[in-house]
């Protein structure tokens, strides 16, 4: 949330071609009734790319799913994965867990409103409902409306007591049980999620589930994206990982289209931050962009300046 928008989808499609990016939790009424262009609209290289939607009318979402295919998404994932107030008093997100027939059927209306593929994001339990028997029942019952691949967070969710961040960390990792739905549900493609760092734990992972979905290591170590990109896809097989500087000068061109248009330099730039992470002269080069961007009268130009830095 707050971070996976169209800008910064653009920054990471440039680290690597081929992985399936996703945008942030857009609520299913404001894709209805809001500025599609604001939140729907995306630049072409970003695809493959899912649009993440949340909700509970099953009315609703099937409206929202139908627009976003028109809008020419390659997926549409509800998200009940969420463990904030917010989401859980307007009835989605991790509190749709306790409500396996209503997420089955709104499911179903998305799978019979759009030719896309329809996907779940879930956790793996929530409050004192963390046996493995009920997510396997809650998986089945949602499969049969018509879902083939849920990316699973690997912690239950605790919707009393526990902030969102909190309920990124405190509950602990259950791989195991992530694992074991995928043996006991081989026609599925399950997607592990969750404190995955390194790509040696996604190599790991990737003998035991169909897939691996990363968030907060990709946004804070973006160029590791190349490195993924490099080990695990084959498609372009003369692919060579771009230089630092040469994503820099992309996005710095990338960020001229946008400033014409009236986007502020810092909405692109803010996404870039963690591009040398790990490097020498990380801080400064952070500290070059991130000062110069709070001018709003910043130009792309600067992106080019920072390369010195």
């Known amino acids: 949330m707050e971070r996976t928008d169209r800008h910064c989808r653009y920054f990471h499609r440039l680290l690597a071609p081929d992985i399936r990016l996703y945008t942030e939790m857009v609520v299913a009424t404001a894709v209805i009734q809001g500025d599609q262009q604001k939140l729907l609209g995306f630049d072409p290289l970003e695809k493959p790319l899912a649009l993440q939607l949340g909700g509970s009318d099953p009315a609703q979402l099937a409206s929202a799913a139908r627009i976003g295919e028109e809008w020419g998404y390659d997926e549409i994932n509800l998200n009940i994965g969420c463990p904030s107030d917010r989401v859980q008093s307007g009835r989605f997100g991790a509190c749709l867990m306790a409500k396996p027939a209503l997420v089955a059927a709104g499911v179903k209306a998305m799978v019979d409103a759009v030719s896309v593929p329809v996907t779940v994001k879930t956790r793996i339990g929530i409050d004192a409902h963390d046996e493995y028997e009920y997510l396997a029942n809650f998986v089945g019952i949602v499969a049969d409306a018509g879902c083939g691949m849920f ?145 709003r009268h910043a130009k792309p130009e600067l992106l080019l300046k920072s390369i010195a830095h």
């Open 151 to 295: 990316i699973v967070h690997a912690r239950k969710a605790i919707l009393a007591g526990l902030s969102p961040k909190e309920n990124r960390s405190i509950p602990p990792l259950r791989y195991d049980v992530v694992y074991r739905l995928q043996r006991d549900f081989p026609d599925l493609q399950i997607v592990l999620n969750g404190g995955v760092r390194i790509t040696t734990e996604v190599d790991s992972h990737l003998t035991q589930v169909n897939g691996v979905m990363v968030g907060r290591q990709a946004y804070s170590n973006p160029y590791w994206l190349t490195e993924l990109q490099s080990r695990l896809h084959t498609l372009k097989t003369h692919w060579q990982p771009p230089s630092r500087e040469n994503i820099i000068m992309q996005m710095a061109e990338y960020a001229g289209r946008e400033w014409s248009k009236g986007t502020r330099l810092h909405h692109i730039s803010r996404h870039m931050l963690g591009l040398y992470a790990g490097q020498p002269g990380a801080r400064a080069w952070r500290r070059f962009v991130s000062e110069g961007a709070a001018d």
